[in-house]
């Protein structure tokens, strides 16, 4: 309500109307009481005239004619008796206006929503409406027997205490929440506004409160707070809520030497296994159940011994934080040493390995930790948070169901990689990349056969090999546009290259499909493109796919190689002997040639164990119809043990090292004299 609403209440209230009531009913007893008074003494001056001793004849000389007074008098009688009876029909329509007031004001107050009341000074009610009763539960004999305050929130009390008062002072009311005790021992939240009521002296002496139920827009709007700062499946504190507490955390150890915190980042190994298996509900259902067995995790190991008290420590309570997808987190607040995240990490990887029940399944699971130490120079939460996210992902790569603590040298390599990163980007666009070709030797004839397409970055500070940039633009995906900038160019240099060096068979060339260009949709049409643009007879073209690749997914792999296969480009299967290796797979898939990982080729003048598994190899794929090639053949004797092997075609620096184009037209053109010259030509 508004204060002209309350100005109303306060007029219409029922402690104001009776009072009104009195005064004017003393006002009609006046009134009459004086017109019969003042009737009953002209009456009597009238009738005096008549009494004998007016008629002696010394007087008449000191009075008028009898008559002119009788009339004058019974003049004054009826005017004062019409004066009388005007009054009595003016505070007979007060008091009807009155009447319908206070029958105006019970109809409102018996049916409105809001609970109205009158308190005195004192806080005694003299006035509840009926809607206590359905609010709050009380009926009018329970709140006659306390005072307003009594049901009101102890921490609440004084805030409402000076509300009241400030209303007396100033005679406006203020809108102020607070919470009220149900009957039933719940708490219930009120918007209450206060109106005064003044007596005859102008002092108020009474308020006017009405109050308004809000409890249920309270909890919604303090389940949407809930909501933006915790995971709608877990009901764990999310990312934001967790970088503010690890934020807050990490200001206070810099404030307090003393104080000292651990961060872990908990990632489910294979949980991708257990979406693609048993569905996504199932997923869910398991991310529950890890939240609910980290959280008890925690408070079993008692967060460790906390002996001191430090002012704005974070609430415990946050401690355990889902970041997303199947990455959580736990802040280990106030620890002694970095050595007990450790202790906790591998409490929590032991909890994690009990199996879970899932749809009447049990499933077993590992994580993989990251712990970063408040020991960081870092004063962003943003940055320790990374430390830790490195960490786990380092414990992966050294075989998962691993903890791993973040240490300076691991930043520094994060800052390296993210360099990398963005200078591969920027070397994408300004096109720095470069193409270098290494030569495909026949090791029976001797002469170049065709070449491997190999990427080089041309930085100002040199040329940097594939080694060093290729993982992270894989990563990245920025390999796809880099690939595609080679392969048109690979594919423009052999066609100059074979009308310039005719042979039979021609020239070919070899470029490496990576796993993240395999996943891509359009690698068929993009390289059917590139073919047509470029005039290269597709035959001339050889895609080299790892073996993990070429063996994994049957379905998925069997459609990419058909679609390539049809586009009449050969295939070759690189590295194989490192991968898992299928060979009832091998016989089916299409591919041309098998080429043998240099790790094989190295040593086998020196393993004799490596030397059987090269000739096994060939003899396998000679069995199957396909050609091989060796790579990495670096010495004389490689190539010796080769040809007693029957290879057909070998690569390395025996021969070349990968060069640019300039360079392998060079080395073309001696290739081409040398066996012109033993041909005799």
């Known amino acids: 309500m508004n204060q002209q609403s309350f100005q109303e209440v306060s007029q219409n209230s029922p402690e104001v109307i009776p009072a009104q009531m009195r005064r004017i009913e003393g006002r009609e007893w006046w009134l009459w009481a004086i017109a019969i008074v003042i009737t009953m003494a002209l009456t009597a001056g009238i009738i005096s005239f008549t009494f004998p001793w007016f008629n002696r004849e010394a007087d008449f000389a000191y009075w008028f004619d009898l008559r002119e007074w009788v009339r004058g008098l019974t003049a004054l009688v009826l005017l004062f008796d019409f004066y009388a009876i005007y009054q ?29 009341a009158l308190v005195d000074s004192a806080g005694q009610r003299l006035y509840n409406s009926p809607s206590y009763l359905k609010v709050l539960g009380y009926s009018s004999e329970d709140l006659k027997t306390s005072s307003a305050f009594d049901q009101i929130h102890p921490d ?7 509300a009241a008062e400030k209303a007396r002072r100033s005679g406006q009311g203020e809108r102020i929440e607070y919470r009220v005790r149900h009957k039933d021992g719940s708490w219930r939240t009120l918007e209450s506004t206060s109106s005064p009521i003044r007596n005859a002296r102008g002092q108020t002496d009474k308020l006017v409160i009405v109050n308004r139920d809000i409890s249920e827009r309270k909890r919604a709007e303090e389940m949407l707070a809930h909501n933006a700062f915790h995971d709608g499946l877990t009901n764990l504190p999310n990312r934001a809520l967790f970088l503010d507490r690890l934020q807050h955390a990490l200001t206070l150890s810099k404030r307090h030497s003393n104080y000292k915190f651990a961060v872990l980042l908990i990632d489910i190994d294979e949980f991708k296994i257990v979406n693609d298996s048993l569905g996504h509900s199932a997923g869910d259902e398991l991310l529950i159940q890890i939240g609910y067995r980290l959280r008890d995790s925690v408070r079993r190991a008692d967060m460790v011994s906390r002996p001191r008290v430090l002012p704005d420590r974070p609430a415990n309570d946050e401690t355990v934080a889902r970041l997303g997808g199947d990455e959580f ?41 990251g712990i970063a130490a408040s020991t960081s120079p870092h004063t962003r939460a943003e940055d320790l948070l990374r430390d830790a996210d490195i ?16 240490d300076p040298a691991m930043h520094a390599s994060a800052v390296k990689r993210l360099s990398l990163e963005t200078d591969l980007r920027k070397a994408v666009d300004q096109g720095e990349f470069r ?21 080089r970055w041309q930085r100002p500070q040199g040329v940097l090999p594939p080694g060093e940039f290729i993982a992270v633009a894989e990563e990245t995906g920025l390999i796809i546009p880099m690939n ?10 052999l066609r100059l290259w074979q009308a310039e060096f005719p042979c039979s068979p021609p020239l070919t060339m070899s470029v490496n499909i990576t796993p993240k260009e395999f996943a891509q949709p359009d690698l068929a049409p993009e390289i059917g493109k590139c073919l047509e643009q470029t005039g290269v007879d597709p035959a001339c073209l050889q895609l080299e796919i790892v073996e993990t690749i070429a063996m994994g997914d049957a379905e998925k792999s069997g459609q990419v190689l058909a679609q390539l296969k049809a586009l009449g480009v050969r295939l070759s299967i690189d590295d194989f002997g490192t991968g898992y290796s299928s060979l009832s797979r091998l016989r089916r898939i299409p591919v041309d040639t098998l080429k043998i990982d240099r790790t094989f080729i190295s040593n086998m003048d020196t393993d004799p164990e490596n030397r059987e598994i090269v000739r096994a190899i060939i003899v396998l794929a000679h069995n199957l119809g396909l050609k091989v090639v060796a790579e990495g053949t670096e010495t004389i004797k490689h190539i010796e043990l080769l040809k007693q092997f029957n290879c057909e075609m070998a690569q390395g620096y025996f021969f070349s090292r990968p060069v640019d184009d300039q360079a392998m037209l060079k080395l073309l053109g001696a290739n081409s004299g040398s066996r012109a010259a033993k041909a005799g030509l």
Do not use: W
Not at 88 to 116: C, K, P, T, V, Y
Not at 336 to 360: C, G, H, T, Y
């Open 88 to 116: 009595h029909l003016q505070l007979h329509r007060i008091r009807r206006q009155l009447a319908e007031r206070d029958q105006l004001f019970h109809l409102i107050s018996e049916n409105a929503a809001d609970m109205i």
């Open 156 to 162: 609440d009390l004084p805030r409402v205490l000076k």
């Open 329 to 369: 987190t736990i802040l280990l607040d106030d620890i002694r040493d970095p050595i007990e995240a450790v202790r906790v990490a591998e409490r929590v990887q032991a909890e994690l390995a009990i199996p879970f029940s899932l749809n009447q399944q049990e499933i077993v699971i590992s994580a993989s930790i």
């Open 391 to 406: 960490a786990m992902y380092r414990a992966k790569r050294a075989g998962k169901a691993r903890c791993e603590v973040s």
């Open 435 to 455: 193409v270098y070709y290494q030569p495909v030797m026949s090791l029976q004839s001797g002469r170049i056969m065709g070449f491997e397409a190999l990427t």
């Open 484 to 493: 595609r900038q080679l392969r048109r160019e690979a594919c423009e240099h």
